[in-house]
C-alpha cells in the first residue's frame, strides 16, 4: 500500500476536527477531498495550508444534512478525481461532519431532532451509499461517533442517540461491504476543545476542568489527539482492524 497515492474524502474538513484529520492525512502523504457547508473562505485557507506544506487537496460544498444533493456531490467528487487526481477511485472515507446539541429531552423540537437526525445518521447512510461507486476496492470507512454514546451527560440525549445509530451502521457497513475488503469502523472521541457546541469545552472554565476530573489522563481533549487518531487508523498497519469502535478519549468517565 503506497500512501502517497491514497485521497480520503472527509465532510466537514473545513474546520475544527475534520481540518485536524486532513492536515494529519496530509503529512502522511495521503491527497484530501474536504467539503464544507457555508465557508468557502475558510475551506480554501486549509487547501492552501495542506498544498504550502506540498500536499494536495480539493474542497467542496456539501450540506450532510440534505440528501437532496448527494447524488450530484458524488458526480462533483468524480469530477475532482479525474481533474485533479487523475483517477476514479478514491481510498478513505471518513463521515466526520455534525453539529452539537445541548437541550434536555423535555424541551428538545423535533426540528431539532430531525436536524440532527438529517446530519448525524441519514446523511452518513445515503452519503456513503452514493460514494460507494467510487472508493476503491480494500478502502476504508471511518465514521466519527461520540464518548457520549457510552457515557451520559444530562442535554445530549439526541445526539448521542444519533451517535449510536452510527456505531451500528459501522457494523452493517462492515458486514455487506467486506466482500470489497472495505474496513469500516467507528472513532469515538471524548470531549474536545475545539469550536464544536460554540466552543463550551474549549472555552468555559469549568466544563474544562471537569472534564479532565473525569478523565484518567487528566485534561480535556485536543484537536491533534483525534487527527493524529484517525491518521493511525487509516495507515497501512490498521488494516485488519474493522467493525470496531475506538473510543479517543484519554480515559473518560472509566
Known amino acids: 500500500m503506497n500512501m502517497n497515492r491514497k485521497i480520503a474524502l472527509i465532510t466537514g474538513a473545513s474546520r475544527g476536527l475534520g481540518k485536524n484529520a486532513a492536515l494529519h492525512l496530509s503529512a502522511q502523504g495521503v491527497s484530501i477531498i474536504g467539503t464544507y457547508n457555508s465557508n468557502k473562505a475558510e475551506a480554501d485557507a486549509v487547501v492552501q495550508e495542506?498544498?504550502?506544506?506540498?500536499?494536495?487537496?480539493?474542497?467542496?460544498?456539501?450540506?450532510?444534512?440534505?440528501?437532496?444533493?448527494?447524488?450530484?456531490?458524488?458526480?462533483?467528487?468524480?469530477?475532482?478525481?479525474?481533474?485533479?487526481?487523475?483517477?476514479?477511485?478514491?481510498?478513505?472515507?471518513?463521515?466526520?461532519?455534525?453539529?452539537?446539541?445541548?437541550?434536555?429531552?423535555?424541551?428538545?423540537?423535533?426540528?431539532?431532532?430531525?436536524?440532527?437526525?438529517n446530519i448525524h445518521l441519514k446523511g452518513p447512510f445515503f452519503l456513503t451509499q452514493k460514494l460507494l461507486p467510487l472508493i476503491a476496492d480494500g478502502g476504508r470507512i471511518l465514521n466519527v461517533s461520540s464518548g457520549l454514546a457510552r457515557f451520559s451527560f444530562p442535554g445530549q440525549a439526541a445526539y448521542a442517540m444519533m451517535k449510536g445509530g452510527v456505531e451500528v451502521m459501522t457494523r452493517y457497513m462492515a458486514k455487506e461491504f467486506g466482500a470489497r475488503r472495505i474496513s469500516v469502523n467507528t472513532i469515538a472521541p471524548g470531549a474536545i476543545a475545539t469550536d464544536f457546541g460554540g466552543g463550551a469545552v474549549r472555552d468555559t472554565k469549568e466544563i474544562n476542568d471537569h472534564v479532565a476530573s473525569v478523565t484518567a489522563l487528566g485534561r480535556a481533549g485536543l484537536p491533534d489527539d483525534i487527527g493524529g487518531a484517525i491518521a493511525m487508523l487509516l495507515s497501512e498497519g490498521s488494516g485488519w482492524v474493522n467493525a470496531q469502535r475506538i473510543e479517543v478519549s484519554g480515559g473518560m468517565c472509566l
Request: net charge negative; aromatic share 8%; proline share 0%.
Open 50 to 117: 495542506i498544498e504550502s506544506r506540498g500536499g494536495q487537496a480539493a474542497m467542496l460544498q456539501l450540506d450532510v444534512g440534505n440528501s437532496t444533493a448527494f447524488a450530484r456531490f458524488a458526480e462533483k467528487v468524480a469530477e475532482v478525481l479525474q481533474s485533479k487526481f487523475k483517477t476514479d477511485r478514491f481510498d478513505f472515507l471518513i463521515n466526520n461532519a455534525g453539529i452539537g446539541l445541548h437541550v434536555a429531552i423535555a424541551e428538545t423540537t423535533e426540528s431539532q431532532f430531525d436536524q440532527l437526525m
